[in-house]
């Protein structure tokens, strides 16, 4: 039968991220639906570890305790939007049609997050070589500084490519789910909306990741809890459309 | 390093959600089981709505309907908590006062004409029917509010600006109400209406009445010396004001949240 599929005793299962990786609709719907405390484990500290070393790249252009605070704090801008969205994602899976308890919703887009991390672990090599290879931080660079714009480019894309890489391997299997792409998609689309705008709002909380030119190295500034992402985007396009 | 393996049980697929309106209420067996508690009829109303519709229609559908009801109030509340801890002080009881009473006052102004469009169009529904269906319509709308609640709260802790968390809330509002009607709208089609213009028509209204309760009842987001504004605004023109305070207001001289601000929001 297609459905026999040899999976590893689940003890602490580093075997089943290339199963993960595969994204088999067999083998994911029996992660998503089999959500032992051993596998929410295994993807907390897939989630620690891949983010973590991503992080540490990310952070080690400015000094090692930079490094450290955003290897500690990308995990966290991943693991408390699953959290804070979890609720909402779940409420919304059967709306658009899509039969998912909440508990299987949760397993589903931290499933998703799991895979974007390992790839954003993957990554963390590639970053800190290109960290290694941009010009060094010097007391006469300047946030417009094209070696800091390069490095902020260089890191959106590692991580929107893990991004877009982990949401698309959840694809086969809500199809299958659902039986209907169109619900597929329109499930992934609302989390990956309502993601994206709970993690921005919490990645601006928690910044900076790389550098910050007026601060000292800070874990969480105290200027940081002002403001929103959003408003910020809103007053610079307001600022270049309507000067 | 890992050479255990075993073979899992094959894991089922799940029953297919089925979509709403393609076999009469009830032709489901487990439609007919009766909707228990309010845990059962929030989980109803989020995964089985053709459910709580054929639950609506039975002679003794006075305890779901009752459920809905609490359902409503309670999320609403929770919801109005989260609103008023943009500003915390009175705000955290005024704000969910205004919200529940808002949602039930724009529900009840509005089933009268609901019940009219519905006879109109031909559909054969007795009142207690149609307000059983608007219940189930606040209850989704206010159960998804509380799924938006922690994500609200994230930016009502870190922004400052009334603008925006009015705009955010306003926008969580508008999701919600869209699934709560796509569920009114469902049930109508189980009511063998003629026509669903009329319903059309009715959705636009009860999104005005709901758009201007948020008026009406200002301040919601931010605070004010009274609880009521007692000066008559359309909700647009408001709005307005709201957008132009804030362009004119410099980023470092943005209200507190409290106090004083209150009245930026007048």
Known sequence: MSCQVKMPAPLWPFGQVSLLLRAEPVSMRQWVTRAQPERVLFCVAAVGVGAGLYGVAMGCWRDALQALYTGIKLPLVILLTTLGNGLLNGMLAPLLGLNLTFRQSLMAVLTTFTIATVMLGAFSPLAAFVVWNTAPLTGATRLPSVEYGFLQLTHVVFIASAGIMGNHCLVPLLRQWSGSASVAYKALV???????????????????????????????????????????VFDATRRLFFP | MNDQSFTPPPVPIPPQLRPSGDAPLGADPAEHVPINGLIGAIECVLRQPRRVMFQLRQPNSGYLIAALLVIAVVCSLIYGVVVGMFSYGTQLWAAPVKIAAGLLLSALICLPSLYIFACLGGAQARLVEVAGLVTGQLALTTVLLIGFAPVAWVFSQSTESMAAMGGLHLAFGL??????????????????????SGLKVWMLVFLMVMLQMTTALRPIVGTADSFLQTEKKFFLSHWTECLKQRRETPPTAMPDRGGQSGSQMR
Not at chain 1, 195 to 217: E, K, T
Request: glycine letters at 8%; aromatic letters at 20%.
């Open chain 1, 190 to 232: 609302a989390w990956l909306a309502v993601n994206l705008l709970l993690g921005s709002q919490i990645a601006w909380v928690l910044r900076p990741f790389i550098w910050d030119p007026a601060r000292p190295v800070e874990f969480i500034g105290p200027e940081y809890l002002r403001g929103s992402f959003y408003e910020t």
């Open chain 2, 175 to 196: 999701i919600a109400t869209y699934f709560g009607l796509r569920f009114l709208d469902t049930g109508f089609v189980h009511f063998n209406a003629r026509s669903s």
